[in-house]
T-cell receptor, first 115, second 112 residues
Framework: AQTVTQSQPEMSVQEAETVTLSCTYD???????LFWYKQPPSRQMILVIR??????QNATENRFSVNFQKAAKSFSLKISDSQLGDTAMYFC????????????FGQGTRLTINP | ETGVTQSPTHLIKTRGQQVTLRCSSQ?????VSWYQQALGQGPQFIFQ???????GRGNFPPRFSGLQFPNYSSELNVNALELDDSALYLC???????????FGSGTRLTVV
């Protein structure tokens, strides 16, 4: 079974700073997908960024980028030029390539951006 | 395009009762998944439907059941409610899950 671990329950930074959220996972699969989702107080999970395990190049989406280390089974999220609207719970998630396309989530990191 | 909508947004039930939660998938999406999110935890996978057939189930007892309709809307039914069933229930839809799911805002269920 796959597991996802987020070791930082809470983080807090000042607006415009850069912050990195950590995520490690455990799997015996070779092909899989990794995601970062954001959950603001509105409760709706919003996809932030997606990485395919067979791609060595790290994914980027505007201010969001990942550091994907397949051998170390590590998948961290970097948020540059943080904004007040980035305040939310952030969840790292894993999905196998084969079978039911279910997401396995970590426990989440509560990120607060201070003005 | 419309997103994923869930109803109701909040619900209070008594232990032992039955509940039905509803979800309208995003237009064009044929896969729907349900997740249970306890307070302060990450979501846990309950089950998934693809073209009206269940094609994956998490570690939840049979009293959690579901349906997907021809228009790809979906229901989650929970029988014999227990206090531990109190949680946020999230519905997520996708055309192809590997590209990510679109989530609804959830139904907050409280069992008393």
């Amino acid at each position: 079974a796959q597991t996802v671990t987020q070791s930082q329950p809470e983080m807090s930074v000042q607006e415009a700073e850069t912050v990195t959220l950590s995520c490690t996972y455990d799997t015996s699969e070779n092909n899989y997908y990794l995601f970062w989702y954001k959950q603001p107080p509105s409760r709706q999970m919003i996809l932030v960024i997606r990485q395919e395990a067979y791609k060595q190049q790290n994914a980027t989406e505007n201010r969001f980028s990942v550091n994907f280390q397949k051998a170390a089974k590590s998948f961290s999220l970097k948020i540059s030029d943080s904004q007040l609207g980035d305040t939310a719970m952030y969840f790292c998630a894993f999905m196998k390539h084969e079978g039911a396309q279910k997401l396995v989530f970590g426990q989440g990191t509560r990120l607060t951006i201070n003005p | 395009e419309t997103g994923v909508t869930q109803s109701p947004t909040h619900l209070i039930k008594t232990r032992g009762q039955q509940v039905t939660l509803r979800c309208s998938s995003q237009s064009g999406h044929n896969t729907v998944s349900w997740y249970q999110q306890a307070l302060g935890q990450g979501p846990q996978f309950i089950f998934q439907y693809y073209r009206e057939e269940e094609n994956g189930r998490g570690n939840f007892p049979p009293r959690f059941s579901g349906l997907q309709f021809p228009n790809y809307s979906s229901e989650l039914n929970v029988n014999a409610l227990e206090l531990d069933d109190s949680a946020l229930y999230l519905c997520a839809s996708s055309r192809q899950g590997v590209y990510g799911y679109t989530f609804g805002s959830g139904t907050r269920l409280t069992v008393v």
